[in-house]
């Protein structure tokens, strides 16, 4: 990774730089939108004095980014940072390539990233992860190494291979350039939600006073995509909420940002699989510190399960659970609901639901939904 | 539905003419492709011997089309060559409305496309459909009135309806406004893989012979959208190839193809519920003897599963079991890689693959691979 003190700062134009370095490596992702889901979304739920918001919804499909994840954009990101770093590509620093540790998307993200660039990736994994993970993260080219399933062991494996090797280590989520690579997600999720809307009112025929989103929510793990979010609307009008499960504490953001300080340890085995991290410091410092977010919500298991079936049967698209969970918070949560209701009044809002990402297997979507 | 007699002719021609007219009502939905799933199909399959054809796979996503299924097109056709039958607008034949029998997508497309225009439909469903399709197709305002599951229990519903109502008949394929409807999907794809290609080789500033598509591959129920997508390519020099499940005999089209007779009747329980249908007569008239389909392949149970987890797994898109017979079919029927290894040779095919819809329930999923 490229020392934290070389990254450009936490600015939304900065993101604009992120994006311009890693544009031709990954793909503009389509948005997509459902008429059925928007109003069903706008009617209350169930039960008296429910909210009535009125909601537009917005997709941002990172499930067709490459390797299947908004990932890409960080890892990307991180090695143009590193390709930058004096000395590191002349100074043999390419050669002895990358580390990190995951046994999810950030893993393969790292590894696509690197093989792009003909640089060695090192990829810790706990000897416990699912097969296809393993496969796939190797199919990238990257050499895999087994640890244990603590954070300890995985930490001092990753030491080892950073002694052995003198690979530079890639963090999934904190550190700036993760953060600005995650971040260009929103810029292009706002400009294609003007474009759609232009287009549409000039389908129609009927003038519109809206110009695009209102608002967007995206799910937290370790903060990198909703701090990077946060970045790019920075000064633009529009709201950015986070959202996580509420399983087994797995709301350690949502709980840090009511109490005023980061909450560091998380240990849940929500089916969202991605968001059972805690909150890392730099992405705090944008989430929290900076007062760029304007809320975090969280959703339980059932919510979750429930928001995901409606994506794929009314937008024909494969997600995984942790994608599922800023659409649960839109359709369920009544918090949030009700801010909506209140201050986005008569007019609604236009609500941009990032999907991020879309790595789940068919027999384990069996096993999630073969009994409901 | 407007007497036969009335129709336009079955040629390209027409295709084009019944694309202007629905146009405005249905969605020009996205065309994608995946390396991974093009690099998977070009390596043979395990054993000796097995073709090699070079594959790059498109895939055209009518699974995001209206009512999740290309139907829609094809319903709204029928409707809207309907209207400009002398007398029915003016004369009440739209406040008589449209009748079909249909369990499936084509129930739910011509609901749609009644509603649209403002006019009532009727549609006839064996008491035992699946409650969530009854819903569906309530949910479009259609007047559901349920009929015995036996073909004649269904038509003698479906005549005491016309005699009652006086509405008009729209069958689910044996007609040519369905059939040019449907083939609409073909003159989308053609334009949509030119502009893609081209496109590509922009960016990649290495110029390409290839201009376009060499051939496109449709499931193949009662035949509409295959013998569609035949006119759609007539005079092009793309090849248009069906395919069916096998099992209990689901592969009529093939064998009346082979044996050059139509087989009127079928009966088998597939999971590729869409095509369980024997091909209408209009169809076949397009398909067999005009001789503007190149072949059919039939491929088995488990060969679809597979292809439809790789559709989930790498291109992240919601199909439902029939449109994953094309895709089966590619990647597994050996008749039809040899055939390609033969004709394309070095240079390899740009192949078309039909998603023709999307509409599965995440618990049948759940059932059909949670024990996978």
Same mark, same amino acid.
């Given at each position: !990774? ?39 979304? %706008? ?19 990172? $499930?067709?980014? /490459? ?9 990307? @990101? ?22 990190? @540790? ?22 810790? !994994? ?48 904190? @550190? ?22 232009? &287009?549409?009112? &000039? ?21 990198? !995509? ?40 998380? /240990? ?25 977010? %304007? ?9 979750? /399960? ?9 937008? /024909? ?41 879309? $790595? ?13």
């Amino acid at each position: !990774m490229a020392d934290p003190s070389t990254s450009l700062p936490l600015t939304r134009a900065s993101v604009a730089e992120a994006r311009k370095l890693i544009e031709p490596f990954i793909h503009r992702t389509p948005v997509i939108s459902s008429s059925s889901l928007s109003e069903l979304a %706008s009617l209350p739920a169930s039960g008296e004095g429910k909210a009535k918001p009125k909601l537009r919804l917005w997709f941002k499909c990172e $499930n067709f980014q /490459k390797v299947g994840a908004f990932k890409a954009r960080g890892a990307f @990101h991180a090695i143009e940072r590193l390709k930058k770093e004096p000395g590191w590509l002349e100074g043999g620093g390419r050669e002895r390539g990358v580390v990190t @540790h995951s046994s999810g998307n950030h893993a393969q993200a790292l590894s696509l990233a690197a093989r792009t660039n003909n640089i060695p990736a090192y990829i810790v !994994m706990p000897t416990i992860s699912a097969p296809p993970k393993i496969a796939a993260t190797k199919g990238y080219g990257a050499n895999v190494i087994f640890s244990g399933s603590t954070s300890t062991e995985r930490e001092a494996v990753t030491a080892k291979v950073i002694e052995d090797t003198g690979a530079r280590l890639v963090p999934p989520y904190d @550190h700036p350039d993760i953060v600005l690579g995650q971040g260009t997600v929103g810029l292009e999720f706002q400009e294609q939600v003007e474009l759609l809307i232009a &287009e549409e009112a &000039e389908k129609s025929g009927k003038p519109t006073t809206k110009k695009g989103l209102d608002a967007i929510i995206t799910p937290c793990g370790g903060g990198g !995509m909703l701090s990077g979010v946060a970045l790019a609307c920075e000064g633009t009008g529009i709201r950015v909420f986070g959202s996580e499960p509420s399983f087994q504490g797995g709301d350690d953001g949502k709980r840090g940002f009511e109490s005023g300080s980061r909450i560091t340890s998380v /240990k849940t085995l929500t089916i969202a699989d991605g968001l059972r991290t805690p909150v890392g410091a730099v992405p705090w410092s944008v989430i929290y510190e900076r007062r760029l977010v %304007s809320g975090l919500y969280a959703v339980t298991e059932e919510q979750i /399960k429930s928001a995901m079936k409606l994506a794929y049967e009314r937008l /024909k698209v494969v997600i995984e659970p942790s994608s599922a969970v800023p659409l649960a918070v839109v359709l369920y949560d009544e918090g949030f609901r009700a801010l909506v209701e209140r201050e986005a009044g008569e007019e609604g809002w236009d609500v941009g639901v990032v999907f991020s990402g879309g $790595n789940v297997e068919l027999d384990k979507l069996g096993a999630l939904f073969g009994g409901v």
